[in-house]
């Protein structure tokens, strides 16, 4: 596919809007981003429309990765809720299977360009505490922690969802913590600009015979996509049920987690009115008290030097192993392991949650780092 796995957002949009001007030291100036190097011949890296298929490559690497950061802060914060049926819970494990079905459909849409999804490796897999992947910076600072609930967990959550366009009015609650204020918009660009951009590149430059399905995966709620519109509604979709679309919601199944995670903020479930539009007017979601939660303390940037982590970490690379190995062989047997592998975490994660730090009444959590010695069992 290209020798470098990952290229910072940012850049990979100035690359487009290179590729977009059309004249031939754009192009070329396009291709030293994209393909990583200082001299290249326009000739050696093919056409411009195959540059723009390398871009997509990029691109959609990148949002790979995007989905992929924001899992273990929503595991390692659910997981601190000691009851599985509580609402709260709930609407955590409906989030977290979103996303690990946006992971797999953003894979298969780099598969139909007939690029090789990479979740594993140190340059690759998310470290914590630690910006979002792909230099983009959702408020002044900002930094993603595992962390146990609370609000100002839910705070977070709801910066790295926020929409461009906020079309629920927000309750008045002491209970909601406000946001800060998103950067100033000096031309950097947001996450919704990135899928813009990957929309507005598919919609101009791929057609239904560049998508192939040999190597594109089935399963759960991972499904391929066999022509260009299909590839169009899977970005939809990721980003409707992400952080949502200037109409969204439409009802209470469709709307984003932006929403739901507003929702548990402000402890009010979004139902439809009496004038038929949707507002924080619902039943009451009662937010889990301090008791109801393990108090596990923030993981420091190094984590922590015990067998318990390490065990975490190990079966945490192995699942991304069994995720990247799936693409690579074309073989769901490793999905089905990389899914057991998922649920054996958390009972680490738990474990760990009840192990006291010394001298504190807080409790060690997962590290979720990449351990390069890991591989993916044989499925047997």
């Given at each position: 596919m290209r020798e470098r796995k990952y290229i910072p957002i940012p850049e990979l949009m100035q690359a487009y809007s290179l590729l977009k001007k059309g004249d031939k030291n754009s192009n070329l100036a396009a291709q030293r981003i994209i393909f990583g190097t200082e001299k290249i011949s326009f000739e050696a890296k093919?056409?411009?429309?195959?540059?723009?298929?390398?871009?997509?490559?990029?691109?959609?690497?990148?949002?790979?990765?995007?989905?992929?950061?924001?899992?273990?802060?929503?595991?390692?914060?659910?997981w601190t809720i000691k009851d599985s049926s509580s609402p709260v819970y709930n609407r955590f494990s409906s989030i977290f299977r979103d996303e690990m079905s946006h992971m797999g459909m953003a894979c298969n849409l780099l598969a139909a360009l007939e690029g090789e999804p990479s979740v594993t490796g140190q340059d690759v897999v998310p470290q914590y505490p630690g910006p979002l992947p792909g230099g983009i910076d959702p408020a002044p600072d900002f930094e993603v922690k595992l962390q146990r609930l609370t609000r100002y967990a839910i705070r977070d959550?709801?910066?790295?969802?926020?929409?461009?366009?906020?079309?629920?009015?927000?309750?008045?609650?002491?209970?909601?913590?406000?946001?800060?204020?998103?950067?100033?918009?000096?031309g950097d660009p947001t996450i919704g600009?990135?899928?813009?951009?990957?929309?507005?590149?598919?919609?101009?430059?791929?057609?239904?015979?560049d998508i192939k399905q040999e190597r594109q995966i089935e399963y759960i709620y991972v499904t391929k996509v066999t022509t260009k519109q299909e590839f169009l509604d899977a970005i939809d979709k990721i980003v409707r049920e992400?952080?949502?679309?200037?109409?969204?919601?439409?009802?209470p199944s469709d709307y984003a987690h932006y929403y739901k995670f507003t929702e548990i903020a402000c402890g009010k479930q979004i139902v439809e009115n009496a004038t038929g539009n949707w507002a924080y007017s619902g039943a009451t979601i009662p937010f889990p008290s301090d008791e109801d939660v393990y108090p596990m303390a923030d993981v420091p940037p190094d984590g922590y030097d015990i067998p318990e982590a390490f065990d975490f970490d190990r079966i945490y690379s192995e699942m991304l192993c069994c995720i990247e190995k799936a693409w690579m062989e074309v073989d769901e047997s490793h999905l089905r392991t990389a899914v057991n592998k998922m649920r054996d975490l958390q009972g680490l994660a738990q474990e760990l949650m009840q192990i006291?730090?010394?001298?504190?009444?807080e409790t060690y959590g997962p590290c979720w780092r990449y351990d390069d010695t890991a591989s993916c069992p044989d499925s047997g």
């Open positions: 093919g056409s411009v429309s195959d540059c723009y298929i390398q871009w997509l490559q990029c691109a959609l690497q990148d949002a790979i990765i995007l989905e992929l950061a924001t899992l273990p802060p929503y595991l390692t914060a659910m959550f709801r910066i790295i969802e926020r929409p461009k366009f906020e079309i629920l009015p927000l309750p008045d609650s002491d209970d909601l913590v406000p946001l800060p204020d998103p950067p100033d918009s000096n600009d990135f899928y813009d951009a990957i929309k507005a590149c598919v919609e101009s430059n791929v057609q239904d015979g992400g952080e949502g679309l200037a109409d969204s919601p439409k009802n006291p730090i010394d001298g504190s009444y």
